[in-house]
């Protein structure tokens, strides 16, 4: 069984940064990869995916131009680097793998493609 664990959660304030990352157990190299969020009283959304080999990206039009989400193969990690965050991106971010071995779609953004998931790294931004 793959473990996504994440790390790099905290308090920020408002239109400060933040880098949250997620390492995964094993296959790391196999996996597209994504970066979903929840804020209390509202559903999982998707926030950025990125492919295999980090060559194609996707973001949710309310992060693109802030967030950049990467990927280091060497050490099996997922990188979503948080820009100029404000109050609405306070929530409970998740990592998550697809372990499909289908060519396309590069990346995934919905969530039921995912199959693995992390327990979740807070982030809170102050106003």
């Known amino acids: 069984q793959v473990q996504l664990v994440e790390s790099g959660g905290g308090l920020v304030q408002a239109g400060g940064s933040l880098r949250i990352s997620c390492t995964a157990s094993?296959?790391?190299?196999?996996?597209?990869m994504g970066w979903f969020r929840q804020a209390p009283g509202k559903d999982r959304e998707f926030v950025a995916a990125i492919s295999r080999t980090g060559a194609a990206t996707n973001y949710v039009d309310s992060v693109k131009g802030r967030f950049t989400i990467s990927r280091d193969k060497g050490k099996n990690t997922v990188f979503l680097q948080m820009n100029s965050l404000q109050p609405e991106d306070a929530a409970v971010y998740y990592c998550a793998a697809d372990k499909s071995r289908l060519s396309l779609p590069l990346v995934v953004t919905t969530e039921a493609e995912y199959d693995y998931w992390g327990q979740g790294t807070q982030v809170t931004v102050s106003s």
């Open positions: 094993d296959h790391f190299s196999t996996f597209r």
